[in-house]
């Protein structure tokens, strides 16, 4: 089969719009306490140099748009000319972030930022022209290649990208349970339904970390043609990588294999050894255990007492500029199970093809 040229912009496409709307749900969380300042709306326009700020908030900012950036960007020049894709893109992120800045002036945990705006808009542009470097990259044919040779074709295998970076995503928040994802407690505002006991959540670990190693697997194995144990191995270790850099960068160096627990480890063990020998089972198969591994690891989630510890951690990182990034990796790890069900239970006139692990 020839590959399609239409399927790696429209992948783009998706990227940005996915990655825009988590963008302006980290902006507005956590949606709470509406109210009028009472001062001027776009007072923060025309704001004086704050006396407060570290550059470090600064890079936060432009790191925040950057994506933003270089995925409307890489999306627009499928259409669009390079240079007129980069105004473009310059225009949604700025546009976007100005919106944002305007709705927190409404939001009493947040205060509009001509600072953040500019440091927003600076992200988007670098963002933009990174992408219109590498345009030769985006339309190359040994990108279209290596896409129809390592991923299943049509939107499957774009929706299917699209849930394994979500997923390394939700490794970003250093709170929530090792490949624990689903947690609707907060969102429902529910309480825990069991104290804490080190002995009893040290098994639940073990059962969330094996059953989501293993959902994932199998997940990422039907977007995969080939090579599957190599590239799962690698995709575990990127996200244990991901993992450990961000409870060091957000809470502190020495807490970068806070994961490492005994009952995470024990998990990790379990579920790669219950993963590698279902990679040869057909492909219909593997999808139905993926579904039940992943509904049984987010009842566990839901099911699982509050750890001090993570409390402890999360009141470390929240504060300031890292409000916007909790909010949006823990929307991401709230909905991800519920993303990634549809995809699993999705029926095409072409069946997965087994292929060899």
Same mark, same amino acid.
């Not at 499928?78 to 007129?84: G, I, K, S, V």
């Not at 970003?172 to 505002?189: M, S, V």
């Given at each position: 089969?020839?590959?399609? *040229? ?7 496409? +998706?990227?940005?719009? !996915? ?20 001062? *001027? ?12 700020? $570290?550059?470090?908030?600064? !890079? ?8 933003? @950036? ?6 627009? &020049?499928?259409?669009? *000319? ?79 990208? =699209? ?7 939700? &490794?970003?928040?250093?709170? =929530? ?30 059962? =969330?970390?094996?059953?989501?190693? +293993? ?7 039907? #977007?995969?043609? &080939?090579?599957?144990?190599? !590239?799962?191995? %690698? ?30 480890? /024990? @998990? ?7 993963? %590698? ?9 593997? /999808? #139905?255990?993926?579904?039940? !591994? ?20 999360? &009141? ?20 991800? *199970?519920? %993303? ?13 093809? $087994?292929?060899?692990?």
């Amino acid at each position: 089969m020839n590959p399609s *040229p239409a399927r790696p912009p429209r992948l783009r496409l +998706y990227i940005a719009a !996915a990655y825009t709307l988590l963008v302006l749900y980290a902006s507005l969380h956590p949606f709470t306490g509406w109210q009028d300042s009472g001062a *001027p709306l776009l007072a923060f326009l025309t704001a004086p140099w704050p006396r407060y700020f $570290t550059f470090f908030d600064l !890079a936060t900012n432009v790191a925040a748009y950057l994506p933003l @950036g270089f995925f409307w960007g890489a999306a627009l &020049q499928a259409r669009l *000319p390079r240079w007129l894709a980069v105004a473009l893109a310059l225009l949604i992120g700025s546009g976007l972030s100005f919106g944002m800045e305007t709705l927190q002036h409404f939001l009493p945990s947040r205060v509009p930022s001509n600072l953040d705006l500019s440091g927003n808009s600076l992200g988007t542009l670098l963002g933009a022209l990174a992408a219109a470097a590498g345009k030769r990259l985006f339309d190359s044919a040994h990108l279209r290649e290596w896409r129809d040779r390592w991923v299943v074709a049509g939107h499957r295998g774009d929706y299917g990208l =699209i849930l394994l970076a979500l997923w390394l995503l939700t &490794q970003l928040n250093p709170e =929530i349970l090792l490949f624990g994802c689903g947690d609707l407690r907060q969102l429902l505002g529910l309480e825990s339904s069991f104290d804490f006991d080190a002995e009893h959540f040290s098994r639940i670990e073990t059962g =969330i970390a094996a059953a989501g190693a +293993y959902a994932v697997g199998l997940l990422a194995s039907g #977007v995969l043609r &080939q090579h599957r144990v190599r !590239a799962l191995l %690698l995709l575990f270790a990127l996200a244990l990588l991901v993992r450990s850099f961000a409870a060091a960068l957000l809470v502190e160096p020495d807490q970068a294999l806070h994961w490492l627990t005994p009952g995470n480890s /024990r @998990g990790l063990a379990v579920g790669l050894l219950l993963l %590698l020998p279902c990679l040869w089972l057909p492909a219909v198969l593997r /999808r #139905v255990l993926a579904g039940s !591994a992943l509904l049984f690891a987010t009842v566990l989630v839901n099911l699982a007492p509050e750890n001090p510890y993570l409390v402890q951690a999360a &009141q470390v990182w929240v504060q300031g500029h890292f409000l916007n990034f909790n909010g949006l990796t823990r929307l991401t790890s709230m909905l991800w *199970p519920f %993303l990634a069900l549809p995809w699993l239970l999705l029926v095409t006139r072409e069946p997965w093809k $087994t292929s060899t692990p």
